[in-house]
């Protein structure tokens, strides 16, 4: 370790903002602030007395000099961002890669299951575009143009209808289809684009250079690894990957119809063996993508600077080759080729379903055997958090694909009777809707009734609590019910397990009822009781009308946000917890800020330990103390051991640790609180983010402070004649504790005044200045 001073050197308080964001003004109490490092995105902030605190060490004896690092426009910056909604999906999925339970010597279980989440973010990759040519290429360009009726009320489509165009040269099927299919082909052009922007706005940003570590697992969390925080070759590989599937999606569909039409006895000969090439092509393409997803995981255990240049560049540029073909072929001339019925979309969305159920499956099975390694009764869902997270990522694909194709159907033909509709799988999984919202809305009602029975017990708890003082029932009541409501959190395991088991019990039956019937469930159910008959037809309707609802939510959210500030600052907040991991399973995903904000922190502590040999305390609110445990992580060791670390409200064991095991389960934290040289955390009975640490043995009292009190006062007093509100989450700083703590890690940071100077010269010197 670096000698220390002996006077004990500058300190500094490194205050790391929460979810939702603040100005520097709020966070160091002074309207006069200057930036001292960073842009426009992230930055470190002082107060403008404190802009050259280090040219002037002794106006700062005895008081640490505050700094503020301000991220949230990383997350919650300008109004496009609300769009990000729409890739909702590709970032839950992406966070089941991190879920995985902790497993030490489990090498190729762990490796496995990382393949398995890539596999399934790239199922919802291929629905997405499927979704899209479903709308474009089915209902719009082969049912409602190709139907008078429907032509003649959308004149937009006219230039593609036989009857409204006099046989105009668009209007043959296959052409139909290949203007259609621009539509797909530039989403996933501009899912490429945002992918690629995102990352060299965000994510680009290089980590510290440290020696490479070995590739097996430690036992400590891989947050301290040297290439964690940048995966930029994966990230490439990944968005490659995704763009060659969605262009080959957009192929497949486009030239299927157009070789099904050849295949057929007695067809063009020629047209029939190159139908049968492209099929060739095609099919091997998709070998080839399959193979780049499965071939390389992350790399962490080094900085990885390296570009699989060749594979970047030649996987995307040879799907659109096959595109273009595709398309040539579809639009030749072929007498007699006449679009009827729908596109054969259920098998598509059938195989998605079905493979997307097997994918999850799978997971579970390995993520149980390595849960079994290290059971921890404290793990989500007994280490099957990833699982059912992956299997909600493929429901809010479904229910988003299902939406779109369900509004754009009614859209172009309200009556019903027009065009044949969307594929008989999405009405089906449509269906479903309803009994699953009757399951949550039970369980709901329990939570509720859990709930109101928790906040009578509370009542004797704050009672004790505020011992002394004149009783009112009101606010009794009142900060029974905030500490009640505030654990709900710990309830939110058998919510998603719940949900997602539910999900994929009724998915299943969706899928069975559409392979076996071919028929919508009013259709389906037509031979049966009436009663039955009646249920089938309402779920069908009901189920139809939600799904569209649901999506019209995801469009006027976005839309609201990009007007409004404060729900755009809600969808922030959102973020702030979906988009901390990298993207290691979807490079669609929206971008993680982590790579950015966690090498600008460490780069922070390290320069300033580096140039002062000072003390450090970096004091991180909610999110704010994940990123400063992982910016802590990624420090050397000697540097490390020189700060401090200060949490409140911080989600860092009740969230991150139950849910990211691997990451932040109780060996993690331990090491972590043995690395730094002190720890403390705070928290509230009434905050439901934050919580406790909870480590075992001595190091729980050694980092977690009594809970504090909220409110601050129960009544009026001398120093509260006003009510005191219930704080919760936020305010801190603004209890006495705070302070009373920081000044007890600054005061244990201060090294210990030099002793005698002992006998022996320069070996007592020598062993001194190694002491």
Known sequence: MARRPADGGAALELLVHGVGGTTPEQMLDDPRTVRITGDDTAAV???????????RPDAHRGRPVPEAYVWCNLTSGNGTRALWLLLLPFMVVNLAHWMRPTARGRTRTVRLYGLLVRLTGLTLTVLLVAAACEVALDLAAWQCAGTSACA????????????????????????????????PAVLTALLWYLSHRTWSAYESQQPMSRAPEPEEETGHTALGRPGFWYGRRLVARLRAAHTAAGLLTVAAAVGTSAARFDHRPGGPALLDVLGRLLETALVVAAAAVVWVVCR??????????????HLVRRLPLA?????????????WERPGWQSAGRLPGDATFGALTLAQGLLVIALGVVAHVLHRVRPDARVALRGLGGPAVAMLACALGGVMSGGVSQRVADWLDGTGTNIPGPPVLLTWQASVIPPMLLVLLVLLGWLGRRTWLLRRLELAAVERDYAGEPQDITRTRRIARARAMATLTDRAPLLVAVVSTTTLLLGAAALAGATTTEQTPAEAARPAY???????ETAEALGSWLIGLGFILFVTWGRRAYKDPSARRT?????????????????????CYAERAVPDLTWRMATWTRATGGRLVISGHSQGSVLAAAAAWQLEPSARGRVALLTYGSPLERLYGRWFPAHFGPAALSALHHDVD????????????????????DGGPEVDREALKDPLAYGRTARHPLPAPI??????????????????LLGRLRPDLPGPRPAGGAQAESGRSSA
């Open 45 to 55: 902030f002082r107060r403008a007395e404190d802009a050259d605190a280090e040219s």
């Open 152 to 183: 003649e009320r959308h004149s937009w489509l006219g230039f593609l209808s036989p009857e409204v165009s006099d046989g105009g040269w668009w209007s043959r099927p296959g052409r139909r289809l290949v203007v259609a299919a621009l539509v």
């Open 296 to 309: 390389r995981g992350r790399s962490e255990h080094r900085l990885d600077r390296e570009l699989d240049e």
């Open 319 to 331: 799907a659109v080759a096959l595109l273009v073909l595709t398309g040539v072929y579809a639009g």
């Open 530 to 536: 009436a009663v039955v008959e009646s249920a089938a």
């Open 571 to 591: 969808i922030g907040i959102l973020w702030d917890v979906g988009t901390f991991w990298p993207r290691a399973a979807h490079p669609f995903a929206p971008p």
């Open 678 to 697: 002190c720890w403390r955390n705070l928290h509230r009975p009434t905050d439901p983010i934050g919580g406790p640490v909870r480590l075992s043995g």
């Open 727 to 744: 704080l919760g989450h936020s305010g801190y700083q603004a209890d006495p504790a705070f302070a009373e703590e920081r000044e007890r």
